[in-house]
């Protein structure tokens, strides 16, 4: 936090107090001696509430599934969020106060994805091993909050992904598939052939798709007419197990249970740079601005790649902790922080520039973390576990701040 006063600025969460009122009095004739042993402790006081709102506390669990939650999502807005259960349903919840907004009830196998819809704050859309998936208005509370049902899949619907340009869903699936489905009407637009193993990932793009597939290939698939794949982008030698276009959406990452990672041009769909780790890499994921990328393996540790430089050969930034596999990343929206979640029952918080553990977020689940997402302004966190919870945690404010900075600052009147 920054505090400024006639002729000094200090930053004072990490700052020498003792050096800080020196330095103060020097700038400030009217700070006398007299006066500093109340300038220090205001200035203690000021450090340790700064340094305490820099840090997460857990101020919700979101525990009523009756078994363990396959996913979990905020929504757009950050103001509510979602979790799907092996129980078969999926529940809507407040970020304020944690508390339970709906209970969305239809789906006749595990709920195993689950997402708001951009264009509409009080519709979700779940995907089920039931092989369907339903779009739903949770607002409507008097049992019949299911919209449609998106049919025609022969095995587990596993993926989703809005088109943001458009009315339009689609879905990836066990049965080796991609489906493109009318939100409204729940009409099947088109049927995406050509993947020989599971469809694991879809992701929209600029009048594109892309599908990510266990086959070891992804297929990009142009959207402006009757999709038809345009390219299938080869490297891989193993199940893919995540793919992230960049936020200007010309790069597309991948990673793979080859223990790598790859960077493609998507403009000429060519092949630019592998990553290495030493075993299977299980997430992947950019910042907000495309200029790094983020990958986690089951061999425990975390890499955060230079992108623009250009250098791939080694990680800007590795981050060391974690006991067992790293199943989840992602950046905070401002791209300061890297969460991470874990088989070792733990989420973690990792400075990107140097890779020092800010915070451990452990102690609460008792079973693998495997899901992990910043709010869209990155004040709160969530968590899920097999432990059948979900956690919401929230950066406290500095409350009494303004009268710990006036004091400080009136000081200098004294």
Not at 68 to 84: E, K, V
Not at 147 to 175: K, R, Y
Not at 313 to 342: I, N
Not at 344 to 365: F, M
């Amino acid at each position: 936090m920054q505090i400024s006063s006639a002729n000094v600025t200090m930053w004072v969460d990490d700052t020498d107090v003792d050096i800080l009122a020196d330095d103060i009095m020097r700038k400030e004739r009217l700070v006398t001696p007299s006066v500093r042993s109340r300038l220090v402790d205001s200035l203690i006081k000021l450090q340790k509430k700064a340094t305490e709102c820099k840090k997460f506390k857990r101020y919700a669990v979101l525990d009523t599934h009756l078994l363990p939650i396959t996913n979990a999502a905020f929504d757009h807005q950050g103001t509510m969020c979602l979790t799907g259960s092996y129980d078969r349903t999926c529940k809507v919840w407040s970020v304020h106060d944690g508390v339970e907004a709906a209970t969305l009830s239809g789906h006749t196998n595990v709920v195993f994805s689950v997402a708001f819809i951009p264009q509409h704050q009080n519709r979700v859309v779940t995907g089920s091993f039931d092989r369907t998936a339903k779009v739903w208005d949770w607002e409507i509370t008097n049992g019949d909050s299911m919209m449609v049902s998106l049919e025609g899949h022969s095995a587990e619907v596993v993926a989703l992904a809005m088109d943001s340009t458009s009315p339009n869903i689609a879905t990836g699936s066990m049965d080796s598939m991609a489906k493109i489905f009318d939100l409204g009407t729940g009409v099947e637009l088109s049927t995406l052939v050509g993947h020989t193993k599971p469809v694991i990932r879809v992701v929209f793009g600029d009048n594109m798709l892309v599908t990510a597939s266990f086959d070891s290939t992804v297929r990009l698939w142009d959207m402006r007419k009757r999709p038809s794949c345009v390219s299938v982008l080869q490297g891989h030698s193993a199940e893919i197990s995540g793919c992230v276009l960049s936020p200007d959406g010309l790069l597309l990452a991948t990673s793979s249970l080859d223990g790598t990672a790859k960077i493609w041009d998507l403009r000429s769909t060519i092949f630019i740079a592998t990553m290495d780790h030493t075993d299977e890499v299980l997430d992947i994921g950019f910042d907000s601005n495309g200029r790094r990328l983020v990958t986690c393996c089951s061999d425990c540790n975390i890499k955060i790649w230079d992108v623009k430089c250009g250098n791939f050969v080694l990680p800007s930034t590795v981050c060391l902790g974690h006991t067992d596999e790293v199943s989840k990343v992602s950046f905070s929206p401002d791209g300061t922080c890297v969460l991470s979640a874990s088989a070792d029952c733990t989420a973690k918080l990792w400075d990107s520039d140097n890779g020092r553990l800010l915070e451990d977020l452990a102690g609460v689940h008792s079973d693998e973390v495997f899901c992990c997402e910043f709010s869209v302004d990155g004040n709160t966190l969530l968590t899920a576990s097999k432990d059948n919870t979900c956690q919401l945690w929230r950066k406290p404010s500095m409350g009494n701040d303004e009268e710990l900075v006036g004091t400080v600052k009136n000081l200098t009147l004294v």
